[in-house]
C-alpha cells in the first residue's frame, strides 16, 4: 500500500464526507462490536487546498456561527406563525434521501435528518423528520412533507421547514438509491440481524429493485429465515426501505444502523481507506455546500469528539395523530410544540 503522508489539513479532507453524510446522523445507533474492517488501497489522493484558502472562509464560518449574538429573532405579528428562539452559533443542515429509481436527486425525500450544529455549546442534534408530516407547502396546499422536493427542489423543502416548524435550514446533502447501495458495495457489504418477517418485505422490495437496477430475476433474494447476514448494497437497500414492521419509526433507525455499520468499517480500514471512500463518493451527492464550505466548517469545528451527539424524531411522542386528508394517510401534528422542543433541545 502506498505511504502517503498525514497533515492537519489531509486528515479534515479525509473526513469531509464521512462527517456531514454519514457520522452525524447515525452515530448513535448500536451495531455488533465485532465488525470486520477493510483494507483499501489508494495511489493518489486529489490536492489539498492549502492554509491560506481554509483561512480566508473559515472567517465566514466564524461570523455565521456568531451572528446575532445580542438579541433574540424579531416577532411576527402573525398570531400563527410560529415563533422560536433564535439558535445562536447554530448551523442546520438537512441531509435527504430521494426516493429515485434513476441515478438523479427528483424524487421525494422519503428520509428527511436535520443536522443541528452548536458551535457554542458543542453540541450536535439529530432529527429524523417523517415524510409523511402533512404540511402546507408554499406556493402547493397541503400534502407531505416529501413532496416538496419534487415540486421545487430542497430550495422548496428548505422554505416548507421554515414555514410549518419556523426552522430555518442552511443547507442540504442529498443521496439516492444507487449511492446507498455503491456505498455498502463499496466497503464489502455489512452485517445485520434480520427477522424472518423482515427478510420477506425485503425480497418483495428486491424485486423491484432488480427490476430497476437492470439485475437478473432473483437476485440477492434471501431464505425467509431468522438470523445475522452480511447483506450486500442492493439487500441493504431494501431493508432500509422496510415500513410495514413498526411503521416509519422503525425505518429510519434501520437506515440508521445500516450507516452506522458502514462507517464503522470505512473507519476501521484507517486513514487510506477513508481517503478512498471520500475521493470514491465526494461527486455521488448533490449538495449546496462546496468542498472549500465543508473544508472551514471543519477547520471551525475541527476535534469533532468534543461535541455531544443527541437525537430528536419529529413528530415527538403524543404530538401527533394518524388522519386521512384529500385520500392520503399523513400525520397531523402539533408544529409549535415540536419546534418549540426540538429548539431547546438544540439550544440548551
Known amino acids: 500500500m502506498k505511504q502517503i503522508k498525514v497533515t492537519k489539513k489531509l486528515k479534515r479532507v479525509l473526513v469531509l464526507l464521512l462527517a456531514v453524510l454519514f457520522v452525524f446522523p447515525f452515530a448513535a445507533c448500536e451495531i455488533p462490536e465485532d465488525l470486520p474492517s477493510i483494507d483499501i488501497p489508494i495511489d493518489k489522493l486529489e490536492p489539498v487546498l492549502d492554509s491560506d484558502e481554509i483561512d480566508e472562509t473559515a472567517k465566514e464560518w466564524d461570523d455565521f456561527f456568531n451572528r446575532d449574538k445580542e438579541g433574540g429573532e424579531e416577532e411576527s405579528d402573525d398570531d400563527e406563525e410560529i415563533k422560536i428562539p433564535k439558535l445562536k452559533g447554530v448551523k442546520n443542515i438537512l441531509l435527504c434521501g430521494v426516493d429515485s429509481r434513476e ?58 421547514i421554515d414555514a410549518n416548524f419556523g426552522i430555518k435550514v442552511d443547507n442540504t446533502v442529498t443521496v439516492n438509491f444507487f449511492t446507498v447501495r455503491d456505498v455498502v458495495d463499496h466497503v464489502g457489504g455489512i452485517e445485520l440481524y434480520l427477522t424472518a418477517d423482515e427478510i420477506a418485505i425485503m425480497n418483495g422490495y428486491l424485486v423491484s429493485q432488480n427490476e430497476n437496477f437492470g439485475y437478473p430475476a432473483g437476485t440477492d433474494l434471501m431464505e425467509e429465515k431468522t438470523g445475522t447476514y ?26 440508521r444502523t445500516i450507516i452506522k455499520a458502514v462507517v464503522s468499517k470505512v473507519k476501521g480500514s484507517g486513514l487510506a ?76
Open 103 to 160: 441515478d438523479d436527486f427528483t424524487g421525494r425525500t422519503d428520509t428527511m435528518i436535520l443536522i443541528s450544529i452548536n458551535n457554542d455549546t458543542k453540541k450536535v442534534v439529530m432529527t429524523s423528520m417523517l415524510r409523511d408530516i402533512y404540511v402546507e407547502i408554499p406556493g402547493y396546499g397541503g400534502n407531505r412533507l416529501n413532496a416538496a422536493n419534487v415540486f421545487g427542489g430542497t430550495d422548496l423543502l428548505k422554505e416548507t
Open 273 to 348: 481507506g477513508v481517503a478512498g471512500f471520500t475521493a470514491a463518493f465526494k461527486d455521488r451527492i448533490e449538495s449546496d455546500l462546496s468542498l472549500m464550505d465543508i473544508l472551514s466548517f471543519l477547520y471551525t469545528v475541527s476535534d469533532l469528539s468534543d461535541f455531544e451527539v443527541e437525537t430528536f424524531t419529529i413528530p415527538m411522542e403524543g404530538s401527533w395523530e394518524s388522519v386521512s386528508i384529500d385520500g392520503m394517510s399523513v400525520l397531523d401534528i402539533d408544529f409549535k410544540a415540536n419546534a418549540e422542543a426540538w429548539s431547546k433541545l438544540v439550544t440548551e
Open 230 to 255: 452480511t447483506v450486500n448494497g442492493n439487500q441493504a437497500l431494501a431493508y432500509a426501505r422496510i415500513r410495514y414492521i413498526g411503521t416509519d419509526f422503525a425505518r429510519t433507525e434501520r437506515q
